[in-house]
């Protein structure tokens, strides 16, 4: 079955500086990825998807992921964050070929921003 | 356009109460789905409904049922609550199983 491993639980980045989340997928075809964002008593709101193709993705508030078959990652970055970015982050999967695509999600990565 | 509401947004019980989380979306998607989050734990696909009529068992379906009333509205029914249950409960919908999903603001429960 497929899993997603965000290793980070916590992460803090000044203001102004880059941003790199990690995510670590297990899943022996094709995957479909995601991203998604949820401030604090909101639900999720998607940032960006990698379905097929060109493996770097632009997602909505200048987020970017890159798709990499040989490390099984999609890892999420930003060149400049923003105080609006703090937030939780989740990486998601869903596996084609196993009937109905369900999402399996990583358990969330928390970026905190100091100014 | 509201997109996808839960009510209520917080419930507290008392162990072996009932009651039932209601979620209506108003994009016409086919697919619904109910999440529960705990903390260190993600998001965990409780039931889901492929389309207007069907409903399947995700990852953590003990202690639930669920109900596709129509395209609209999906809910989920705890029969008999227990401490175990207290968590956020998220609604979602996509257009199809290929589509992402879009959220509700979630129920805050808690189970006494």
């Known amino acids: 079955a497929q899993s997603v491993t965000q290793p980070d639980i916590h992460i803090t980045v000044s203001e102004g500086a880059s941003l790199e989340l990690r995510c670590n997928y297990s899943y022996g075809a094709t995957p479909y990825l995601f991203w998604y964002v949820q401030s604090p008593g909101q639900g999720l709101q998607l940032l960006l998807k990698?379905?097929?193709?060109?493996?770097l993705v632009q997602g909505i508030k200048g987020f970017e992921a890159e798709f990499k078959r040989s490390q099984s990652s999609f890892n999420l970055r930003k060149p400049s964050v923003h105080w609006s970015d703090a937030a939780e982050y989740f990486c998601a999967v869903g596996a084609d070929g196993t009937g109905f695509q369900k999402l399996v999600f990583g358990t969330g990565t928390r970026l905190l921003v100091s100014p | 356009n509201a997109g996808v509401t839960q009510t209520p947004k917080f419930q507290v019980l008392k162990t072996g109460q009932s009651m039932t989380l209601q979620c209506a979306q108003d994009m016409n998607h086919n697919s619904m789905y109910w999440y529960r989050q705990d903390p260190g734990m993600g998001l965990r696909l409780i039931y889901y409904s492929a389309s207007e009529g069907t409903t399947d068992k995700g990852e953590v379906p003990n202690g639930y049922n669920v109900s596709r009333l129509n395209k609209r509205e999906f809910s989920l029914r705890l029969e008999s609550a227990a401490p175990s249950q207290t968590s956020v409960y998220f609604c979602a919908s996509s257009e199809g199983q290929y589509s992402p999903l879009h959220f509700g603001n979630g129920t805050r429960l808690t189970v006494t």
């Open positions: 990698y379905f097929s193709g060109d493996t």
